[in-house]
């Protein structure tokens, strides 16, 4: 928080309800929700966004109208002409039947609640926690409901129901593939470096006490009017005091977030630390009641700093949970130009995730290869499949199969922070010897300078490595195992199966650019050298 804003902290009042559940029920509850009322908010949702610039709320308008036009279709499709309702509807016991959510209608569902919670703003993240309300009323076991319910929860700062909710996403799956558990974990430590600091604040301003029962955004007022006046001894009491009612009242991480680090800057400029924008009128002047000089109570500098690190810690511990080895087991970033070189004068194979490898026999002639490459959520079955991974080509979104041990992994990502923050995440210790640098980020795009306007879908990471490898036409065997572009179903580790084939892929430009390039094609085998 700065002193530009006026958003100020604020106490919930024992009877307020709490942000997530519309003033019925605690966060960690699922509010029973029928799936009627749920279509009629995102009908009502939908008619309220309009043509704009941000890209999110324009994801979220189609979601809302692939939802809605789905159900529209089931409602209008003859029952007897249907060969699977989309919803199904119980038998009347009142004055109206209940929809039942099929299973063509729980991924446009899901679909909404995902890129409601990605805008982030308050409507729509009480449109996606009426979402997850409505598929768990009906599906108690829904993994993606509860993951979509933990994400949330954890948006509206309600963090201790939010690891509640990501325990019964993490009872349901045996492959974490989205780093629930370090999450979660992070999380926790997150909360327990800010209780102590937190503590070590209430400890050090015993005064503090007597402010922590009152209204906490005219106790932070207050102690924003003494600190404008130069008195900051009697402000530290009352903005501690306010802190200490916010924690104690629930309120929502990120506001108490904000108002600590608002405090640590008060508190860096009363101590007049460079930069701070401490004046001579703010600089502490007299020793307080400790012997003191205001704003350097208990250690001055350095009892500062040990807040600060506190606060730095708590931060981190959230954004990407514990990092037992912060080099990750010594990996050596890798170079486009170091890439080429390692695969030179090699025989490639790419495996597909495809139900044409997973129920063939081409496992031994697979692992003849000179280098095998696989994808995201690879299935291992030796006979099938072969057994060797070499080389981990891998979207950032998830982490599937981050903690198995190749030679080379390669991360994809269109966005360079957002595929950052996944390698300082996901990344697992010790678990590849290579890993590749930002100039093999993002191949079709920032290597080709393929722009949108030349192919405006979002290239597979099987077709990004597939790009590379032929752009860099330094193999004599490239070949392409299984690679039916999805007609026989997806061969995924078993937690990855209900993943959705995402329509932001564009499978046939992908079929149609490998198949002018090919030298011969087979039922299982596409050759492109």
């Known amino acids: 928080?700065?002193?530009?804003?006026?958003?100020?902290?604020?106490?919930?009042?024992?009877?307020?309800?709490?942000?997530?559940?519309?003033?019925?029920?605690?966060?960690?509850?699922?509010?029973?929700?029928?799936?009627?009322?749920?279509?009629?908010?995102?009908?009502?949702?939908?008619?309220?966004?309009?043509?704009?610039?941000?890209?999110?709320?324009?994801?979220?308008?189609?979601?809302?109208?692939?939802?809605?036009?789905?159900?529209?279709?089931?409602?209008?499709?003859?029952?007897?002409?249907?060969?699977?309702?989309?919803?199904?509807?119980?038998?009347?016991?009142?004055?109206?039947?209940?929809?039942?959510?099929?299973?063509?209608?729980?991924?446009?569902?899901?679909?909404?609640?995902?890129?409601?919670?990605?805008?982030?703003?308050?409507?729509?993240?009480?449109?996606?926690?009426?979402?997850?309300?409505?598929?768990?009323?009906?599906?108690?076991?829904?993994?993606?409901?509860?993951?979509?319910?933990?994400?949330?929860?954890?948006?509206?700062?309600?963090?201790?129901?939010?690891?509640?909710?990501?325990?019964?996403?993490?009872?349901?799956?045996?492959?974490?593939?989205?780093?629930?558990?370090?999450?979660?974990?992070?999380?926790?430590?997150?909360?327990?470096r800010q209780g102590e600091l937190l503590r070590m604040l209430e400890r050090d301003c015993p005064e503090a006490a007597g402010f922590a029962g009152a209204p906490v955004t005219d106790t932070w007022a207050e102690g924003l009017a003494l600190h404008a006046r130069g008195d900051w001894n009697r402000a530290r009491s009352r903005l501690i005091g306010a802190l200490l009612a916010q924690d104690r009242s629930g309120a929502p991480v990120p506001e108490i977030q904000e108002a600590l680090a608002h405090y640590l800057g008060l508190a860096l400029e009363a101590g007049g630390a460079p930069g701070s924008g401490a004046t001579a009128r703010t600089a502490p002047r007299k020793a307080n009641a400790n012997g003191n000089r205001d704003g350097n109570a208990n250690g001055g500098a350095a009892h500062l700093t040990e807040l600060i690190a506190l606060y730095a810690g708590q931060r981190r511990s959230r954004m990407r949970g514990p990092v037992a080895d912060p080099t990750f087991g010594g990996v050596e970033w890798v170079t486009l130009g170091e890439f080429r070189n390692h695969i030179a004068g090699k025989s490639i194979c790419l495996i597909a995730n495809s139900q044409r490898v997973g129920t063939g026999s081409l496992g031994a002639e697979i692992d003849a290869y000179d280098l095998v490459v696989r994808f995201n959520s690879y299935r291992i079955d030796p006979a099938a499949t072969g057994s060797r991974t070499d080389i981990h080509a891998t979207i950032h979104k998830h982490g599937f199969n981050w903690d198995q041990r190749v030679d080379t992994r390669l991360v994809f990502g269109g966005l360079a922070g957002d595929w950052k923050h996944s390698l300082r995440t996901r990344l697992v210790p010790g678990a590849q010897r290579y890993l590749g640098d930002e100039s093999l980020r993002w191949p079709l795009r920032d290597i080709g300078k393929v722009g949108t306007d030349v192919w405006p879908s979002i290239p597979t990471s099987g077709f990004n490595m597939l790009w590379l490898l032929d752009h860099l036409d330094v193999s004599p065997r490239l070949d392409l195992i299984g690679f039916d572009f999805y007609e026989s179903g997806a061969y995924r580790l078993p937690a990855a199966m209900k993943m959705p084939i995402t329509s932001v892929h564009e499978y046939t430009s992908e079929k149609a650019w490998v198949m002018e390039r090919a030298q011969s094609v087979t039922d299982t085998r596409i050759s492109l050298r």
Request: aromatic share 4%; net charge positive.
């Open 1 to 192: 928080m700065t002193k530009a804003r006026t958003r100020w902290p604020r106490q919930r009042d024992a009877e307020e309800p709490a942000p997530s559940d519309g003033g019925t029920s605690s966060p960690a509850a699922v509010r029973p929700t029928e799936l009627e009322t749920c279509l009629r908010a995102c009908a009502a949702h939908s008619g309220k966004l309009v043509a704009g610039l941000d890209r999110r709320r324009t994801a979220l308008a189609e979601a809302l109208r692939n939802l809605l036009a789905t159900h529209a279709a089931m409602e209008q499709t003859p029952a007897q002409a249907a060969p699977a309702p989309l919803l199904r509807r119980t038998a009347k016991t009142g004055p109206a039947s209940a929809l039942i959510i099929g299973d063509r209608l729980m991924d446009p569902l899901l679909a909404v609640g995902n890129k409601a919670l990605d805008c982030g703003y308050e409507d729509e993240l009480k449109l996606a926690a009426l979402v997850a309300d409505t598929v768990l009323t009906q599906r108690t076991r829904s993994r993606a409901a509860w993951r979509l319910r933990a994400r949330v929860l954890e948006a509206m700062g309600a963090e201790a129901d939010a690891v509640e909710a990501y325990g019964r996403y993490l009872a349901l799956t045996d492959d974490d593939g989205f780093g629930i558990a370090a999450r979660t974990a992070g999380l926790r430590a997150g909360a327990e």
